[in-house]
């Protein structure tokens, strides 16, 4: 098996998960390392506070050109990583494994952060949330846009104010690997979590409009919602745009906040005149990297025994909504699939 040997330290760790002091580092190992994990694996070989152990990917060549890179050890099963004893794992393999995967983990007292979505249904996030409850372990979900800088400075500068609508879009061109899912499930899951996140109130109404332009799968969406706050929100994603572009627009009664996810750019107006005249500020954004910030709150929540930053409640609740949009849209749907009734007689 790949990395057999390379892989010394820990055998006799198994079982200790959740019973480290704060001054020992925290044993982390990334399973799946395609795009995101390979990230995960860079950024966690660097994070104070841990022990990168290695990574799990049944791709022996990605796996093992990850760990040559950073200098860690690397098995083609994800399992062969847990027996050398971890506190935690990050788990960034297909969606459709999430639940195998984390239940396995959790099985075994370690705690987990699952990439978004949860799982490929709420019912399979329900059961990992399920599970990490009774064993106790910290289950957090990998909503990175959460810790985009620019995504921060908009909720500070929405603390205290009285939203009354969101607009966000989240566009670009056809992604190069196609994945088998569109674009509600890969794009919008992210800003259902914003919008949640922002209006801290649950969606209750949905009214997606869903086109497959060139994928199998929807590759436009424009998704309007309600909170039960009373916000209402909209999202415009797609894979037809040529290049990528990421804005967030909310309006309050008092401000209008406008943020550039990608330049992270964020800038409020307000002080509205009745002769039309406001003035506008650009707010101070971070310059850290999202996923080094989550990363690093995955940590923190894992030694502090506090909530995570992003719940596997909150991570089965956006999924359930982009689960919704896409019913809803193929109830929608259902009559011109079928065709125009015909009329007899
Ligand atoms: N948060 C984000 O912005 C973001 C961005 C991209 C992907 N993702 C999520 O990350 C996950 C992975 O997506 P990706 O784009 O990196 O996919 P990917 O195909 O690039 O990588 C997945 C990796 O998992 C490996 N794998 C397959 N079966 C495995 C198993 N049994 N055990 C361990 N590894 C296994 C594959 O060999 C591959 O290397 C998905 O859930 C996706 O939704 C999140």
Not at 162 to 190: C, E, Y
Request: some cysteine; aromatic content about 4%; hydrophobic content about 45%.
């Amino acid at each position: 098996m790949l990395g057999e040997g390379i892989l010394e330290r820990g055998l006799g760790d198994m079982g200790q998960a959740g019973k480290r002091s704060t001054e020992q580092p925290l044993r982390l190992g990334v399973i799946g390392v395609g795009v995101m994990g390979s990230n995960h694996a860079r950024v966690l070989a660097e994070l104070p506070g841990v022990e990168f152990v290695g990574v799990a990917d049944p791709d022996r060549r990605q796996a093992s050109f990850v760990a040559q890179a950073l200098g860690c050890s690397a098995v083609d099963d994800f399992s062969t990583l847990l027996d050398r004893g971890l506190d935690a794992v990050t788990i960034a393999a297909p969606t459709h494994l999430h639940r195998e995967i984390a239940l396995a983990c959790i099985a075994r007292a370690i705690h987990v952060l699952v990439e978004k979505p949860i799982a490929s249904s709420a019912d399979e996030g329900r059961d990992i949330v399920g599970a990490a409850r009774r064993a106790g372990v910290t289950l957090m979900v990998g909503h990175v846009e959460r810790f985009n800088p620019a995504v921060a400075a908009i909720k500070d500068a929405l603390r205290g104010e009285d939203i009354l609508s969101i607009a966000i879009t989240r566009v670009g061109p056809f992604p190069p690997r196609m994945s088998n899912v569109g674009v509600v499930i890969d794009l919008a899951v992210h800003d259902i979590d914003l919008i949640r996140w922002f209006t801290d109130s649950e969606i209750i109404e949905v009214q997606p409009q869903l086109s497959s332009a060139i994928a199998e799968r929807e590759d436009i969406a424009l998704l309007q919602f309600r909170t039960a706050s009373g916000v209402l929100a909209h999202i415009n994603t797609n894979w037809i745009t040529p290049f990528k572009a990421r804005t967030v627009h909310v309006a309050t009664r008092k401000k209008y906040v406008l943020g550039d996810l990608l330049t992270r750019q964020v800038t409020e107006c307000f002080g509205f005149q009745p002769d039309g005249s406001y003035s506008m500020r650009h707010l101070s954004v971070g310059h850290g990297e999202p996923l080094r910030a989550e990363l690093a709150a995955f940590v923190a929540a894992i030694r502090s025994g506090s909530s995570p930053a992003v719940t596997g409640e909150e991570g089965v609740a956006s999924l359930e909504i982009a689960m919704r949009c896409l019913r809803r849209a193929e109830i929608e749907a259902l009559p011109q699939r079928i065709g125009p009734r015909r009329v007899v007689g």
